[in-house]
């Protein structure tokens, strides 16, 4: 039997006002109104709008997060494409809080602008650093980050410039404040970080950034930043970053097989990035870097 026709207009206006509820929810949430770890926490059955409202269409209503970003998230997360939010699991919210108050913290004050966040990593003596070094000197208009560092400088680093050398009191005092987007003891021996404040600034300005850490590092980004390009710079061949890292001098032998026991487990990560670039010639790896950072993502 069909329904009467004053029972079916009803239900297909009520299906309207639910979509435009929805649709002004994921609103709030894009221009920064409403955090969406707020709408997670308001959906309940006196707010079926947040309620009924998709956990890929929450995640993919943040600022900046694309498809592609939003689908690996929802992977990460073990949540289905179908999953509302009212239907979540206890775990699965608790997963998925958790994610949102890194992405986004507690304020709606100053939501991100647009600004492209590339992260370099890579195996010790794959030349990080000089494919950044190049990409500053030619490509100004990115800004690169320095990271801190508790390790003592080498010969031709400068201060402020290649690293911020820090004490280890100085570094536990940054951590203690939540002054590092990522941290990381590297090696086993020293620690490294990138300051927060700084890379937030220039992408609320839309500025690039290009981040050169570690893998460990690298993941941590990714999980505070899912919309972050991540760049493995991998070595010709193995017998170039072993000829790299001896040839260089920095490290004795005991510290160059430390190294590169680390090297053979980062090299097994590179599915984890976006894309790999092969640091064979230092100004073809700097300028295909950069190009990535004008690639439109998916």
Known sequence: MKPPEVDRIAGSRAAVAA???????????????????????????DHPA?????????????????????????????????????????????????????????????????????????????????VAAQIREHHPDVLLSVSATTRS?????????????VTDAEFDRMIEKKEFLEWAT???????????????KALRAGRSVLLEIDLQGARQVRDAFPEARLVFLAPPTWDELVRRLVGRGTEDEEERTRRLATARVELAA?????????????????????????????
């Open 153 to 165: 400088p080498r010969p031709g680093e400068i201060e402020g410039v290649t690293y911020y050398f």
């Open 19 to 45: 979509r435009r509820a929805r649709a002004e929810v994921k609103r709030q949430i894009g221009s920064g109104e409403r955090l969406a770890v707020e709408v997670l926490d308001a959906a309940d059955a």
């Open 186 to 200: 590297v090696h086993n021996c020293h620690r490294y970080g990138t300051p927060r404040t700084p890379i937030e």
């Open 270 to 298: 590179q599915d984890e990035f976006d894309f790999t670039v092969v640091n064979a010639d230092v100004q073809t790896a700097a300028r295909e870097v950069v190009e990535l950072m004008s690639v439109a993502t998916p």
């Open 50 to 130: 947040e309620s009924s409202l998709r956990v890929s269409e929450l995640i993919g209503s943040i600022p900046w997060l694309g498809p592609t970003r939003t689908q690996r998230v929802m992977e990460e997360l073990a949540i289905s494409s179908s999953k509302r939010v009212g239907g979540l699991g206890a775990h699965q919210r608790v997963r998925l809080r958790e994610f949102l108050l890194r992405r986004q913290g507690g304020s709606v004050a100053e939501p991100l602008e647009p600004g492209r966040l590339v992260v370099l990593a890579g195996p010790t003596a794959v030349g990080k650093g000089t």
